[in-house]
């Protein structure tokens, strides 16, 4: 591909089936890393997975769960994201934005999070206790999930920890707010007890068809891009397609491949490639040259087709004269063109007349001492359905662009 920064690229990694998983994680996001892989999607799901021929049949082990893996991902990785995956049903929002703002923290601004919320009745029956069933009011819940745990990334302020040693102070705690979020499933006091996340908000990924989180998602993901989607629109997002590639040396090695693999077909959730190196990068150059999306997340049929992958395929989606990954961007923010997003709820509790640009208003501590003293509209007020999706201005000044118009590409 010659001509501009190529697309987006990303791996989602294999979460069972993994003969030694720590060692296959470490390895194989080293080499994606490496080759220009702009970020990873681990895997996770609250339930066992079984294999083809029952419960016992000995498919290796399974990963460790998502959060954990990206904790350890992130000290052995300078660059590529990490992007967890978490389903609104089975994980309460104060704890999965602490534990996600963390992970944001110890990566240095490198994490998002995949939102799931279609029904599983197997993790259902995992999350099941006296008067509670994940799957009651499984889609109001979920509706009111993304834009609240934002809402709790942002209860402190970006100037809140002080930590000056010469005075002493550590915290100013006029710029921790309590959110006291009431709404039609959800209710969260805040604040959070982690402090706002390098990014503000890691980047959260949702299904383009998802009609419960699309809206409020940074990154859409679909399947086929030949196939209309009839839910969100992009509206200047990301939109990344998610490909199963059966590749092979020859067009008759893959067709058996994916023969022997059970012959899955392209559908809304991914589509699906069969053949050789070239012509399996013919088909994703195609796509993303006419504009049906910005890049692609590759989920692939096995783990060993990773490696594979990396070393046919991905160096034909470089740009002429790249051989590695994008050294402007350092965020997960700036791999997709997002800007810093403002503080939301500080917003909201000081007015419009209040604070520009993150600064302090001169001594007017009014709105921070309401968001101190807990007062807050709750419902709907506390988090706005469409969110931010990054519009607000970047610190650095640099205007909002598109994924394909600045990215860590392959």
């Not at 609240?148 to 102070?169: P, Y």
């Not at 959730?269 to 190196?277: S, Y």
């Not at 007020?381 to 970047?394: E, M």
Request: glycine share 14%; net charge neutral; proline share 9%.
């Amino acid at each position: 591909m010659t001509g501009g920064p190529g697309p987006l690229v990303g791996y989602e990694l294999p979460g069972t089936g993994l003969p030694d998983p720590t060692r296959f994680l470490l390895e194989t996001a080293a080499a994606a890393e490496a080759a220009g892989v702009g970020h990873l999607v681990l895997a996770d799901r609250p339930a066992a997975n079984p294999a083809p021929g029952g419960f016992g049949a000995p498919v290796g082990s399974a990963a460790p769960a998502a959060l954990i893996a990206a904790s350890l991902l992130a000290v052995r990785t300078t660059r590529v994201g990490l992007v967890v995956t978490a389903t609104t049903a089975y994980t309460e929002p104060y704890d999965l934005a602490r534990m996600i703002a963390s992970v944001d923290h110890i990566s240095h601004g490198r994490a998002g999070w995949r939102v799931v919320t279609g029904p599983d009745p197997a993790a259902d029956a995992n999350h099941r206790r006296e008067g509670v069933d994940p799957a009651t009011g499984r889609e109001a819940r979920a509706r009111e999930y993304v834009p609240l745990v934002r809402d709790l990334w942002d209860t402190w302020e970006d100037d809140a920890f002080v930590h000056d040693k010469s005075t002493g102070r550590f915290i100013d705690a006029h710029g921790i707010h309590v959110l006291d979020h009431r709404g039609p499933a959800l209710r969260v006091r805040g604040p959070l007890n982690v402090v706002r996340p390098p990014q503000g908000h890691p980047v959260c990924f949702a299904d383009a068809a998802d009609p419960l989180v699309a809206d409020a998602a940074d990154v859409l993901t679909t399947g086929d891009p030949d196939v209309p989607v009839t839910s969100a629109e992009a509206g200047g997002r990301p939109r990344l397609g998610v490909v199963t590639p059966f590749l092979a040396g020859t067009e008759a090695a893959a067709r058996d491949l994916h023969a022997r693999s059970g012959a899955p077909r392209s559908d809304r959730d991914r589509a699906v490639l069969v053949g050789d190196a070239g012509g399996i990068a013919e088909r994703l150059r195609a796509w993303y040259e006419r504009g049906a999306v910005d890049g692609f997340v590759f989920r692939f049929p096995s783990p060993a087709a990773i490696g594979e992958f990396t070393a046919a395929v991905l160096p034909r989606l470089r740009p002429a004269g790249r051989s590695g990954p994008a050294p402007s961007a350092t965020t997960l923010r700036d791999h997709f063109g997002l800007a810093r997003p403002a503080n939301r709820l500080a917003e909201r509790l000081t007015g419009a007349a209040g604070r520009q640009g993150g600064e302090r208003d001169g001594g007017q501590t009014g709105g921070r001492d309401r968001g101190r003293t807990g007062e807050q509209t709750g419902g709907q007020a506390a988090g706005d359905p469409a969110g931010d999706h990054g519009a607000a201005p970047h610190p650095t000044g640099r205007p909002h662009t598109s994924g394909r118009e600045k990215g860590l590409s392959a």
